[in-house]
T-cell receptor, first 112, second 113 residues
Framework: LAKTTQPISMDSYEGQEVNITCSHNNIATNDYITWYQQFPSQGPRFIIQGYKTKVTNEVASLFIPADRKSSTLSLPRVSLSDTAVYYC?????????????FGTGTRLKVLA | NAGVTQTPKFQVLKTGQSMTLQCAQD?????MSWYRQDPGMGLRLIHY???????DQGEVPNGYNVSRSTTEDFPLRLLSAAPSQTSVYFC????????????FGEGSWLTVV
């Protein structure tokens, strides 16, 4: 079953920029790539979404190359409150059907 | 707006019992889905629906049934609860595919003893 692939975990220090890359080889042609943040005991929360090139909002940037087989979430100047699990989500095709499949997520730990 | 509403929030079941987790959304979304999340793990897709009357299996459908009789509601039924189904269950909805945001419910904590 097609899935997204991300690093399992990352550590960073406060004030640093964090980049998390996701691979999604079987992404649907017209679908967007979306990143979510999840804190313990809560549902995932939307961070940013993009189709190609670069998207920026008040909390993050998203870089997507032309082939769209991967994407990189960039968190500028992280703080302790950014410690969470980050998921990329793509509408993936498998055997002709399309499903929103989460990868394992990246557990980001921000250190003081 | 209520968004995606799940009930119950907490439930304890005995092995072999059946129950239904309710999910409702008031955003007129076509796409709805159920995920389970085991402790320290990612979300796994159980079942999903692309519209009323249409459902399909996700990654881990065994032991669960769904139906979609209306656009608003997407209940998840546990047929005969097993300890392996102890998990947090999230319902999600979105307008469709493409450029859209998936909205998640607050989760239902289920323990099977």
């Amino acid at each position: 079953l097609a899935k997204t692939t991300q690093p399992i975990s990352m550590d960073s220090y406060e004030g640093q920029e964090v980049n998390i890359t996701c691979s999604h080889n079987n992404i649907a042609t017209n679908d967007y790539i979306t990143w979510y943040q999840q804190f313990p005991s809560q549902g995932p929360r939307f961070i940013i979404q993009g189709y190609k090139t670069k998207v920026t909002n008040e909390v993050a940037s998203l870089f997507i190359p032309a082939d769209r087989k991967s994407s990189t979430l960039s968190l500028p100047r992280v703080s302790l409150s950014d410690t969470a699990v980050y998921y990329c989500l793509a509408y993936l095709t498998t055997s002709g059907t399309y499903k929103y499949i989460f990868g394992t997520g990246t557990r980001l730990k921000v250190l003081a | 707006n209520a968004g995606v509403t799940q009930t119950p929030k907490f439930q304890v079941l005995k092995t072999g019992q059946s129950m239904t987790l309710q999910c409702a959304q008031d955003m007129n979304h076509e796409y709805m889905s159920w995920y389970r999340q085991d402790p320290g793990m990612g979300l796994r897709l159980i079942h999903y629906s692309v519209g009323a009357g249409i459902t399909d299996q996700g990654e881990v459908p065994n032991g669960y049934n769904v139906s979609r009789s209306t656009t608003e509601d997407f209940p998840l039924r546990l047929l005969s609860a097993a300890p392996s189904q102890t998990s947090v269950y999230f319902c999600a909805s979105s307008y469709g595919t493409g450029e859209n945001t998936i909205y998640f419910g607050e989760g239902s904590w289920l323990t099977v003893v």
